[in-house]
């Protein structure tokens, strides 16, 4: 029992040794940043001074520094920048276009391996082809009907001759043909 009591006691010393250790760094933290923006102020109010003493300001001097370190001037600078977040603006929302593109087909794809739908089939074809096979089979009942026999006048058989000819009729029809009762008689 003695060395659970004397493990929970170190558990304790530690946690606070180290509550003390995390505040300390946290206020350490806080007081050099602190200090550090005091000595940037004093830097920065101290170069002012010696610019003012040899007569530059401080946009002239960054109008030096960017001539010396690029050749152009801070004008040229902000133009050749624009120019290059327009050119950036293009590319990036050209690669987004493609990117959308490249996603939506990795998706189908994706949803495809994952539920494979069987593919929608197409009615159409079966209506053509019952078209089709309507129409042969009214081709074929067309062809298939009975000859029309001509009209027997009263049954008068005249019969045949050489020298017979056909005469039309008032109705229209060919009067000089045979029936095909009077040719069975004989």
Same mark, same amino acid.
């Not at 309507?134 to 067309?142: D, Q, T, V």
């Given at each position: 029992? /003695? !060395?659970?009591? &004397?493990?929970?006691? &170190? $558990?304790e010393n530690v946690g606070k040794a180290m509550g003390t250790g995390v505040r300390t760094a946290r206020t350490g933290a806080a007081k050099a940043s602190r200090v550090g923006s005091d000595v940037t102020r004093q830097a920065v109010a101290l170069a002012e001074q010696e610019l003012a003493a040899r007569g530059i300001s401080t946009d002239d001097l960054q109008e030096r520094i960017a001539q010396r370190a690029t050749g152009m001037s801070r004008k040229e600078l902000a133009k050749r920048g624009k120019k290059a977040r327009k050119e950036w603006d293009k590319r990036t929302a050209k690669q987004r276009k493609q990117l959308a593109k490249g996603t939506k087909a990795a998706r189908k794809e994706l949803a495809g391996r994952i539920d494979p739908a069987k593919p929608k089939r197409r009615? =159409? #074809? =079966?209506?053509?082809?019952?078209?089709?096979?309507?129409?042969? &089979?009214? &081709?074929?009942? @067309?062809?298939?009907? +009975?000859? !029309? @026999? +001509?009209? /027997? /006048? $009263? $049954?008068?058989?005249? #019969?045949?001759?050489?020298?017979?000819?056909?005469?039309?009729?008032?109705?229209?029809?060919?009067?000089?043909?045979?029936?095909?009762? $009077?040719?069975r008689n004989h």
């Amino acid at each position: 029992m /003695d !060395e659970v009591k &004397a493990m929970s006691r &170190a $558990g304790e010393n530690v946690g606070k040794a180290m509550g003390t250790g995390v505040r300390t760094a946290r206020t350490g933290a806080a007081k050099a940043s602190r200090v550090g923006s005091d000595v940037t102020r004093q830097a920065v109010a101290l170069a002012e001074q010696e610019l003012a003493a040899r007569g530059i300001s401080t946009d002239d001097l960054q109008e030096r520094i960017a001539q010396r370190a690029t050749g152009m001037s801070r004008k040229e600078l902000a133009k050749r920048g624009k120019k290059a977040r327009k050119e950036w603006d293009k590319r990036t929302a050209k690669q987004r276009k493609q990117l959308a593109k490249g996603t939506k087909a990795a998706r189908k794809e994706l949803a495809g391996r994952i539920d494979p739908a069987k593919p929608k089939r197409r009615k =159409w #074809p =079966w209506i053509v082809l019952l078209l089709a096979g309507l129409a042969g &089979a009214a &081709a074929a009942a @067309l062809s298939r009907r +009975p000859e !029309e @026999l +001509p009209i /027997d /006048d $009263g $049954g008068q058989f005249k #019969p045949s001759g050489a020298g017979e000819q056909s005469s039309s009729t008032e109705n229209g029809q060919v009067s000089g043909v045979q029936s095909q009762q $009077g040719s069975r008689n004989h």
